[in-house]
C-alpha cells in the first residue's frame, strides 16, 4: 500500500538532509503564494476591524455576525452538554498537561559577572495571548487544552480563544470547543475562524482587543497569516500537514506499526507517514496489515489518500542509518518500535516529539501524555520546538552596578566605544566615575 524506498549498501554519513531531498515523500504546501493572498485580507482587517472580519466570515464560513464574541451563556451551556466520559478526559488532559507544563518553567537567575556587576534573568509572561483552534474535518478540543494550558502556566493574564464558526451549531464554534475553553475558566471566545482571526488578534477589533502572542495549528492560510502577521505580533510555528516517522526493527509488532500508520493519515490526505525499518520482513508484515485495517477505517478514504499519496517505507542497514533519515526528514511525531527505544531516542536530534518503546504511541501524545501535540511540520523540527510556556514568556535582564565596577570596566568601555565612534557612550560612563 505504501512505496518502498531502499537505501540499503548506502553508509549512514551518506543518508543527509541534502542527499535525501526529494527522495523522502512529503506533502507541499505552498504558504508564499497563500502569502500573497492572505496579506490583503489582513491589512484590510487592520484598517476596518470588526466589520472586515464580519464580512470574511460570511464570505469563508456562510455564518453573518453581528459580533464575533461568545456569549457566556453559550460557554455555560456546551459545558453542560459535554458528555460526561469526554469532561473526564478533558479533566484528566488538562491536569497531566499542567504538569508538564508547569514544569517547564524557567527559575530567575543571578549571575555576578564581577564583583559589584551582577545580572539577573527572570522570564515574565506576555499580557495577552490569542489562542487559535482550527475547525476543518474534525473539532479539536484537545488543541484548546494545549495551547490554553501553556499560556495559563506561564501565568498570560488575559487569553482569548478563536475557532470558526459553523452554521450547524448556530453560528457558534464547535459545542466540544466551547466546553473545553469553559472547563479551562477561559471566558473570551470568539467566533472566526482562519487568517481573519488572527489578523483580529493582531490588530485588535472593537470585539478584540490586540493580543501580543498568537498561538495555534491551521491550515495553509492560518500559516500564511501568521508569516505576514509576524513582527506586529509574536506567533508559534508555522503547522502544516502533519506527519509521523516510525524507526522499527525485526522487535516490533506490525500491528502496531500499522494502526500508528493509519492513525496519523487518518488526520488528513496530505498526512505523511514514513516507516524506517532495519527489516524487509517487518515490511511486509505491515503492508498485510495495512491492507487488513485501512478498509475497515472509519475514515478509509481519506487514509487511502495519505497512504498513497505521501508515505513511504525506507530500508535501511542498521540503526545508525535508520536515525540518519529520520533526522534529515525531521518529522512531527517520531515513533521508535525497537530494541533499546529509549537510548536510541536519545541519539535523536531533530524531531517534534519522540515516542520511545511499543505502549508510547502518538495517540498518548495527541490527548493524555502531557506533552504538547502543537509541534513542527514540514521538516522545521531543525529549527522549531513543539508548544511549551516559552511563546508565551520573554527573558528580561536586569542589571545592577557599583561604582567601584563601573570604573574598573570604563578603560574597556573607552576602548570599544571609542572603535565604533560612538563617544557619547563613553561619556555617558566617564562623567559617572571621573568626578
Same mark, same amino acid.
Given at each position: 500500500?505504501?512505496?518502498?524506498?531502499?537505501?540499503?549498501?548506502? &553508509?549512514?554519513?551518506? *543518508?543527509?538532509?541534502?542527499? *535525501?531531498?526529494?527522495?523522502?515523500?512529503?506533502?507541499?504546501?505552498?504558504?508564499?503564494?497563500?502569502?500573497?493572498?492572505?496579506?490583503?485580507?489582513?491589512?484590510?482587517?487592520?484598517?476596518?476591524?470588526?466589520?472586515?472580519?464580519?464580512?470574511?466570515?460570511?464570505?469563508?464560513?456562510? #455564518?453573518?455576525?453581528?459580533?464575533?464574541? #461568545?456569549?457566556?451563556?453559550? *460557554?455555560?451551556?456546551?459545558?453542560?452538554?459535554?458528555?460526561?466520559?469526554?469532561?473526564?478526559? *478533558?479533566?484528566?488532559a488538562i491536569r497531566r498537561t499542567r504538569r508538564v507544563h508547569g514544569a517547564q518553567?524557567?527559575?530567575?537567575?543571578?549571575?555576578?559577572?564581577?564583583?559589584?556587576?551582577?545580572?539577573?534573568?527572570?522570564?515574565?509572561?506576555?499580557?495577552?495571548?490569542?489562542?487559535?483552534?482550527?475547525?476543518?474535518? #474534525?473539532?479539536? &478540543?484537545?488543541?484548546?487544552?494545549?495551547?490554553? #494550558? &501553556?499560556?495559563?502556566?506561564?501565568?498570560?493574564a488575559s487569553i482569548a480563544v478563536a475557532s470558526p464558526p459553523q452554521a450547524a451549531h448556530g453560528g457558534l464554534p464547535h459545542p466540544s470547543v466551547l466546553a473545553a475553553c469553559a472547563l479551562l475558566g477561559v471566558t473570551e471566545v470568539h467566533a472566526a475562524g482562519g487568517a481573519q482571526a488572527l489578523a483580529m488578534f493582531a490588530y485588535g477589533t472593537q470585539d478584540c482587543a490586540p493580543a501580543d502572542v498568537i498561538t495555534g495549528p491551521g491550515n495553509v492560510y492560518v500559516a500564511a497569516a501568521k508569516r505576514v502577521l509576524r513582527g506586529v505580533v509574536g506567533t508559534d510555528g508555522e503547522a502544516g500537514p502533519t506527519e509521523v516517522a516510525i524507526i522499527a526493527d525485526d522487535t516490533a509488532d506490525p500491528r502496531h506499526v500499522a494502526a500508528d500508520l493509519v492513525a496519523q493519515a487518518e488526520h488528513d490526505e496530505l498526512a505523511a507517514c514514513l516507516l524506517v525499518t532495519t527489516d524487509v520482513a517487518l515490511a511486509g508484515r505491515v503492508d498485510k496489515e495495512l491492507a487488513r485495517q485501512v478498509p475497515t477505517a472509519r475514515h478509509h478514504e481519506r487514509i487511502q489518500k495519505a497512504l498513497t499519496g505521501q508515505s513511504a517505507c525506507v530500508l535501511v542497514d542498521d540503526e545508525d542509518a535508520a536515525l540518519k533519515v529520520s533526522d534529515a526528514w525531521a518529522p512531527e511525531h517520531l515513533e521508535i518500535q525497537a530494541r533499546d527505544a529509549a537510548k536510541l531516542a536519545a541519539r535523536v536530534t531533530n524531531a517534534g516529539a519522540v515516542f520511545a518503546g511499543p505502549y508510547s504511541p502518538v495517540s498518548l501524545g495527541d490527548y493524555l501524555a502531557g506533552s504538547n501535540h502543537v509541534l513542527p511540520t514540514g521538516g522545521t523540527a531543525r529549527h522549531t520546538s513543539g508548544l511549551s510556556v516559552f511563546p508565551f514568556l520573554r527573558l528580561v535582564n536586569m542589571i545592577e552596578c557599583d561604582r567601584e565596577a563601573l570604573a574598573a570596566t570604563a578603560p574597556l568601555i573607552d576602548a570599544l566605544g571609542g572603535a565604533e565612534d560612538l563617544d557619547a557612550h563613553v561619556q555617558a560612563v566617564r562623567m559617572r566615575v571621573d568626578s
Open positions: 500500500m505504501i512505496s518502498r524506498i531502499d537505501l540499503r549498501g548506502r &553508509p549512514a554519513s551518506s *543518508l543527509t538532509r541534502t542527499e *535525501l531531498a526529494g527522495l523522502l515523500p512529503r506533502a507541499a504546501t505552498d504558504v508564499e503564494t497563500a502569502v500573497a493572498q492572505i496579506r490583503p485580507l489582513c491589512e484590510d482587517v487592520k484598517r476596518r476591524g470588526a466589520e472586515a472580519v464580519r464580512e470574511y466570515t460570511a464570505r469563508f464560513d456562510g #455564518v453573518d455576525l453581528a459580533t464575533t464574541r #461568545v456569549s457566556a451563556r453559550a *460557554l455555560d451551556a456546551a459545558l453542560a452538554g459535554l458528555d460526561p466520559q469526554v469532561r473526564q478526559a *478533558l479533566k484528566e518553567l524557567p527559575a530567575e537567575t543571578a549571575t555576578q559577572v564581577t564583583d559589584g556587576l551582577t545580572v539577573t534573568g527572570r522570564f515574565v509572561p506576555v499580557g495577552r495571548a490569542g489562542v487559535y483552534v482550527p475547525g476543518g474535518l #474534525v473539532a479539536y &478540543p484537545s488543541s484548546v487544552v494545549m495551547n490554553i #494550558v &501553556p499560556a495559563q502556566a506561564a501565568g498570560v
